[in-house]
């Protein structure tokens, strides 16, 4: 009866022995109605007695024992879990660090595995951008985690076809002269990678550090802001000299 509240199976037959009969018992006939081995009973009607389960009282040299009141009981296991819980509250869980070193990573199979990486141990969101041939080797991975309730916000340079609604494409044109191949990764606001070229080889940089996490984040707005702005007003901006030379500037 009472092992489910956190006691043992011989103090569940010992006090149910005790609860069931209108009188108090000693040792023996406790042995007797509860099952439990002569070896083991004293141990057991100590415990009991300890946890203010089962009274105890000497009679003319003779221990005797009888159960805590069922609703007395219950009261009992009520209160006792409460205080329970509000101890389990006051355990200071140890934070994780966070490491803000500035990691940088070279060799394209090596950033693209830790993109990969970094987007299966996401849990909230992955903000990602890069050019359309290089995000096919991702978009399996983004596709699975937006079924998985995960927010997925994609900047791609190029045409993708997809089932994520959060795309934003720019497709360049020959204007786009300073245009440069690379990557920003976002994941969960807590980490990011950012990977471009340099001398013809890729390079990274990766880190946790917030204030870089910030400021990578708004700058992947940035691309996503400029990229609707040119599409919705393209002939406008085109048109004005001074705002396109500024335009072909960035690096979106």
Known sequence: MLQQFGFTQYESQVYTSLITINQALDATAIVKRSGVPRSKVYEVLNRLVVRGIVLEATVEKKRQYTALPMEMLIEKLKTDFELNIEELRKIEVEEVEVDDRVWTLKDNQSITS????????????????????????????????????????????????????????????????????????????????????????????????????????????????LTKITERYHNIVMEDEDIKKMLLKLRY
């Open 114 to 225: 830790v993109i990969k990486e970094l987007s299966k141990e996401a849990t909230k969101s992955i903000f990602i951008s890069a050019w359309a041939d290089d995000l096919q080797n991702y978009l399996p991975l983004l596709e699975k985690k937006y079924q998985g309730g995960l927010e997925v916000v994609i900047h791609v340079i190029g045409k993708i076809n997809t089932i994520i609604p959060t795309v934003y494409t720019l497709i360049p044109n020959q204007s786009h002269n300073m245009l440069e191949r690379g990557r920003i990764l976002i994941v969960d606001d807590r980490e990011m990678l950012f990977a471009g070229m340099e001398e013809g080889s890729w390079q990274a940089i990766r880190t946790q550090s917030p204030p870089l996490v910030k400021f990578f984040t708004e700058f992947f707005y940035h691309d996503v802001v």
